[in-house]
Nanobody, 127 residues
Framework: QVQLVESGGGLVQPGGSLTLSCVVSGFTSEDYAMGWFRQAPGKERECVSAISRNAGNLYYTNSVKGRFTISRDNAKNTVYLQMNSLKPEDTAVYYC????????????????????WGQGTQVTVSS
């Protein structure tokens, strides 16, 4: 049974930091490209960051460049999203997603590209 389980969300003040983790089970994470998406109330889901199987191809949406860092530890079947200098507009439910791919270098930006999703973790940035 394939599962993706996110953790690390919470309430943080503006300027603070959080690290989200996504642990995958039921498959070998090294065979999958991964992505982090978020959805705020009343807004469409957007791809925040994506990472290829070999971690050599990364993507960040413009609004988080320089503040967020995606990484993966295939030995631990875990993908991370380090979020620094958080802003109120980063408030959303964050989801990790996985897509099986034979390519070690491709990363994917559309939700429809992904095969599996986690349940989401709430991130709230507020004073």
């Amino acid at each position: 049974q394939v599962q993706l389980v996110e953790s690390g969300g919470g309430l943080v003040q503006p300027g603070g930091s959080l690290t989200l983790s996504c642990v995958v089970s039921g498959f070998t994470s090294e065979d999958y490209a991964m992505g982090w998406f978020r959805q705020a109330p009343g807004k469409e889901r957007e791809c925040v960051s994506a990472i290829s199987r070999n971690a050599g191809n990364l993507y960040y949406t413009n609004s988080v460049k320089g503040r967020f860092t995606i990484s993966r530890d295939n030995a631990k079947n875990t993908v991370y999203l380090q979020m620094n200098s958080l802003k109120p507009e980063d408030t959303a439910v964050y989801y990790c997603a996985a897509r099986a791919t034979p390519s070690e270098t491709n990363r994917f930006l559309q939700g429809s590209d992904y095969d599996y999703w986690g349940q989401g973790t709430q991130v709230t940035v507020s004073s």
